[in-house]
């Protein structure tokens, strides 16, 4: 039991909320377990008292890890140029990627990981594997900003490589030629989800008219993936918004003259709440930025 505690004071500069939590789950162990008991071994007793510590434990620390992060195997190839200006736009309405703060560390999704657009903002550490012609050391992380469309034209293993259901990237020229050489076209890799490093806030920019208000959010850490928003005006209780189309949000309420706040919530289940993030004298066109994933 001392080595229990031992691990769990160890957690305990991470999130003492969840520390506390651990050291309640402890004490109740025995009770729960003899609960309904005559008899039980005091060995069977600790090794059920670990069992469960340990199942708690892999429960606090994948919570945030995206998907448990194990590598996939995929493909990747490259667009864009080498100054990856041809990656600008693309389908999840970021426009200028320089300006947004993704630079050229991006990727444009197949079908399977786009997900109809929730996919963007969501991060990726990919590595060239099991080519080693091709294939440089190390890795990258690139941000999900654009879709790769499926070419059904074409074999999947001859060009239409983000066919469904593969699992590819199309990453910006820059950052494919840090993991491999740019006459390979075309590499074998593997990836896997990791958090999202941002600096500053998530930023807000709203566009449209009265009654149609359509907020970019951008700048997203930790998943990244924003899967829904709730919007609230000054004079107004929250109110969900509809994803118009990649990471636009919509809301047709008239919300002019109000400070606005928002509540993001991400692939993973969290949620950050921006209040007044846009003041009352916001107008169309403006980026305002709000609190942030940690």
Known sequence: MCALVAMAEQHRNRDNNKVQNLYQFISKVPSFLTS????????????????????LLAMVTSAHGYGGGGWVNARATFY????????MGGACGYGNLYSQGYGTNTAALST????????????????????????LPGSVVVTATNFCPPNNALPNNAGGWCNPPQHHFDLSQP???HIAQ????????SYRRVPCRRRGGIRFTINGHSYFNLVLITNVGGAGDVHS????????????????WGQN???????????LSFKVTTSDGRTVVSYNAAPARWSFGQTFTGAQFR
């Open 229 to 244: 928003v709730s919007v609230k005006g000054s004079k107004t209780g929250w109110q969900a918004m509809s994803r118009n």
């Open 249 to 259: 949000w919509q809301s047709n309420s008239y919300l002019n003259g109000q400070a």
């Open 182 to 189: 740019y006459k390979a076209g075309v590499v074998p890799v």
């Open 36 to 55: 309904g008991l005559r008899i039980i071994h005091p060995i069977m007793k600790m090794a059920s008292a670990v069992f469960f510590l340990v199942g």
């Open 112 to 135: 399977a990981l786009f997900n109809n657009g929730l996919g963007c903002g969501s991060c990726y550490e990919i590595r060239c594997v099991n080519d080693p012609k091709w294939c």
């Open 175 to 177: 950052v494919f030629q």
């Open 80 to 87: 864009g140029g080498g100054d990856a200006s041809g990656t």
